[in-house]
């Protein structure tokens, strides 16, 4: 039943990512139907990863159960971000059924931000307030959204180390019961292993979503999460800034702005 279950998600994930051209660039008559057909495809998604969810709860060995969601995660972070704030592509419904959506994977994973769920560790709450909350801000257009900003302030911080393992000893107890202990490195590789070899010059228009994906992904870790992190940000960031459309320009300003503010000055010098 796991399997099933875990192959129909990654079918659906990988379907709305396939077809998301279909919403993204079409003419404004034709984007209403492309949409419903979208958040259809979004519902049966979403669907599956309650039944993984409620899973939890039955006799299913745990291994299986962690295996799947190890699994589909890293889909599903492909083709919310293009819907979780506003574009000229989204609809007020769009928005809340993608924030629903990644409230079960929140929930699923025992993680209370995306930070915790792209990161792999605890995140104190004196810098993060209700996880299902954080998600709501910066949605509006025009805003700048306010997820994982946190300016650097002091340039004398070490860079990590790549090889770092998530470190739960001073945290408080309900953080080291949270189910990313069974995720240390978080979830954030497997989203830039899958978005690597899409986001090219030549396959960029073709895969809409990725783009998408990998900015908002990135713009939710903070330092010291993201320096280990620069080898395989930097390539498409670059790509993004060198790119002739403007909308790709701003997209890789936005992601180079966040870099600045989170990574101390000689990792990125290290890089250039």
Known sequence: MVDEVE?????????????????????DSARAEALERYLQSLRKLAHN??????????????????????NIVPHVL???????????????????????????????????????LLAGESVPSADKTSPYALIEVGTEEGEESTIGEHYLEDEDRECPD?????????????????????FPSGFMKP??????TKLSKHTLKSWPTDKHAFVWCLRQLTHPHVAPLLDSLLPPLLMLLDDHETEHKV???RVM???IKNVVKFCLARHF
């Open 257 to 259: 702005t966040h870099l």
């Open 49 to 70: 990863v309650s039944l993984l969810e409620s899973m939890q709860h039955t006799a299913t060995t745990e291994t299986e159960i962690r295996r799947a969601q190890r």
């Open 162 to 182: 790549p090889n770092r393992q998530p470190n739960t000893d001073q945290c408080p107890d309900q953080y080291n019961q949270s189910n990313t202990a069974l």
């Open 191 to 196: 989203v830039l292993s899958l978005v690597k």
């Open 78 to 116: 492909l083709v919310l971000p293009a819907h979780l704030e506003k574009h000229y592509w989204t609809s007020a419904r769009s928005r809340d059924e993608a924030k629903g959506l990644l409230r079960q994977v929140l929930r699923m994973c025992g993680c209370r931000s995306p930070l915790e």
């Open 7 to 27: 192959k129909d998600c990654i079918k659906e994930a990988e379907g709305l990512r396939v077809k998301a051209e279909e919403h993204l660039d079409v003419e």
């Open 251 to 253: 997209l890789g300003l």
